[in-house]
């Protein structure tokens, strides 16, 4: 594809082939979503710093009309956005402390989420409890709800990975091309929240190991693509990161304090966090540098 320009923004051959590989990669995700998602990736933002997701939508849809790209069909309505006052359902509202060794909680029940109701208790639970609280995320993503029985423990959510991160790229030892074409293998998991009110020795580890094997089909099932590498930030000012050791994920080291879907790799201003990453197969780094 040429170079073109479109208000005032001018993409080269590389970035209109990232925006054709995003949609083709993503079409299960909205207009909106896709738009949201091209704007991260390329830095396409306004002097106060917001996405020009407008702008975006407008050039996608003129790709769509040129047949460059297929967007997916409009949707009719949307469910409730990213903000928090939802009224919550009673299973997240604080209980007494959930105390007791690990095997007194038996079985652990990994639950995809899947309806809006679940959506909803999701978003407000990590809107709540969460440091970072809620975001929709950029790209693809996977929720899950955990529960010991029927007691609500906490959730989690995947998402697509990093654009960069220097210590994962040295760990996998690709190079440029092969990064862009193998990307979508990695997957990230941008939330984890267990209950301030549960303490409960080892969950968070036993809840990873399930996780990560249970990751694998659901991701497959819903986008066509098997991850071979899992990866998230640790802020180390607030967590030791013990429970991924536990987990046998890896510590690969420091980010640089950028943001985790900096395209320019110019980025400043974010605390430098850990990098984990978890191979989901043998040999992960191996398959993700060679051709897949």
């Known amino acids: 594809m040429e170079a073109r320009g479109f208000c005032g923004r001018q993409f080269s051959s590389a970035d209109l082939q990232l925006i054709g590989d995003v949609v083709e990669r993503y079409g299960s995700l909205s207009r909106e979503e896709l738009a ?3 704007c991260e990736l390329l830095d396409w933002q306004r002097s106060g710093g917001g996405l020009k997701a407008r702008e975006c939508r407008e050039f996608l849809e003129i790709l769509d009309r040129e047949g460059t790209l297929k967007l997916p069909a409009l949707r009719i309505g949307r469910p409730t956005g990213s903000v928090t006052g939802i009224p919550i359902s009673a299973e997240g509202e604080p209980v007494a402390a959930l105390q007791g060794q690990l095997s007194d909680f038996d079985p652990l029940v990994l639950e995809p989420v899947q309806d809006e109701p ?7 639970l990590i809107g709540r409890y969460h440091y970072l609280g809620h975001k929709d995320p950029f ?7 955990f529960r010991a029985g029927t007691q609500l423990l906490g959730c989690m959510q995947f998402s697509s990975p990093a654009w960069r991160m220097a210590p994962r790229e040295q760990w996998i030892g690709w190079d440029e091309p ?3 074409r193998n990307l979508q293998r990695v997957v990230n998991q941008s939330r984890f929240l267990i209950l301030p009110w549960v303490r409960i020795p080892n969950l968070a580890s036993a809840v990873l190991s399930r996780a990560q094997r249970r990751l694998g089909r659901d991701w497959q099932a ?8 899992i990866e998230t ?3 180390e000012s607030r967590y030791s990161g013990h429970c991924y050791r536990a987990a046998n994920w890896i510590r690969l080291g420091q980010t640089r304090g950028r943001g985790r879907m900096d395209s320019s790799h110019q980025r400043e201003g974010a605390a430098p966090k850990a990098v984990w990453v978890y191979p989901r197969v043998p040999a992960a780094a191996q398959r993700l540098r060679t051709t897949v």
């Open 36 to 38: 949201n998602t091209v």
């Open 118 to 124: 679940q959506n909803r208790l999701y978003r407000e």
């Open 139 to 145: 790209g693809a993503q996977q929720r899950y709800l």
């Open 178 to 180: 092969t990064r862009r």
């Open 222 to 229: 819903r986008y066509g693509i098997e991850p071979l590498l």
């Open 233 to 235: 930030l640790v802020d």
